[in-house]
């Protein structure tokens, strides 16, 4: 009886199933060129904000093998996080805070590296290849590699659409010295349809598939160091963390299904938590509640910054004393904020102690948030 022939790219993808990855496909390690032309011109103009990390070497992330000349194929990987429920019903909830789908469960950084790490530890020991692996916080450049190795193409939103996983999936890469056969690229279906671009509440798309990054919710709340301009607040809502209107509202979505990685069904707590809970957060209950989240990056300063742009925008009395109280906090970013949330929440009482707390106040930043407030008449 003859021997069967070994088939790698059959035992890749039986171990990457293994691993609970729902797509596995390949490429060549080569230059994807109109990637990076869009990447210089969106550096540009600046409209990657404060991002700078993105603007160190760009023709870097365009060329895998400026990472690692030895690269041969690419192993793109990607993991299904779709939602149980519907993030557009979170938003008419005022006063509960709506966290994007990807960070209510644990951090996929953390889950998706050490599936990766498995994944590419098979091929070192099974296969003799070299291995190195990636996630979205190397320089490369995800999700063009994933649609030139077929798992799905960027749409109008300039995220990863699926035709099996509608806009809900994470991506990893493996770089091996292995020459795989590569998969053939997916095309672009989005058709006329534009229901991403104008969904945006802050009009963040200049083109299709051009997006000014400044005007991002998910930006401002996450990336955005600094202090939010008064021309977003409004449109933020109860968006405290990230926003999912573009991903929520494409049309492949009806072929999506509920994410069978249980580290990535939302954790009960932040589901739809309650914005006087999250404003009462000091540095270490914050740290607690966010431990295994990716929330924990962005710090306690700027996710109660959010919260508070989010109780502002609310209507809820029961959220005046909190803003109020936060007027003395420590931090000139969460101050600020509790000055806009009360002048919303309570104009009269805002105004009533403006003068007081103006000659109190040594942040220039927040002394001008005070002056936005019109003087009692």
Known sequence: ??????????????????????VVRFAKAQPTPQAGEYLTQFIAEGRHGTMDWLAREPSRRADPQTLWPEAQSIIVLGTNYGPS????????????????????????????????????????????????????TAPVMEKPLAQRAGIGWQGKHTNLVSREFGSWLFIGSIFTTLDLPADAPEADHCGQCH??????????????????????????????????????????????????????????????QVSRE??????????NPALVELSRLDDTQFRALFRRSPIKRTGRDRFVRNVLIAAGNSGEHALVSEAERLLDDASPLVRAMAVWSLARLDPDRAQNIRTARMAAEPDEDVRNEWREISPPV
């Open 262 to 271: 249980s580290a990535f069904h939302a954790r009960e707590e932040l589901r």
């Open 85 to 136: 429920d519907d993030p557009f019903d979170k938003l008419v909830r005022r006063q509960n805070g709506n966290i994007s789908v990807y960070a209510q469960g644990e951090d996929y950084h953390d889950v998706l590296k050490t599936k990766l790490k498995r994944v590419a530890g098979f091929l070192h020991e099974k296969l003799k290849a070299d291995v190195k692996v990636f996630i979205d």
């Open 1 to 22: 009886m003859p021997n069967s022939i070994f088939d790698p790219v059959a035992a890749i993808r039986a171990k990457a199933r293994e691993e609970g990855f729902d």
């Open 195 to 256: 229901r991403c671009l104008d969904v945006c509440p802050t009009n963040a798309f200049t083109a299709p598939y051009q997006l000014d990054a400044r005007r991002c919710i998910s930006y401002l709340t996450i990336e955005h160091k600094g202090h939010i301009a008064s021309e977003f607040r409004v449109a933020i809502g109860n968006r405290i963390y990230g926003c999912d209107d573009c991903l929520a509202v494409c049309p492949w979505n009806k072929f999506a």
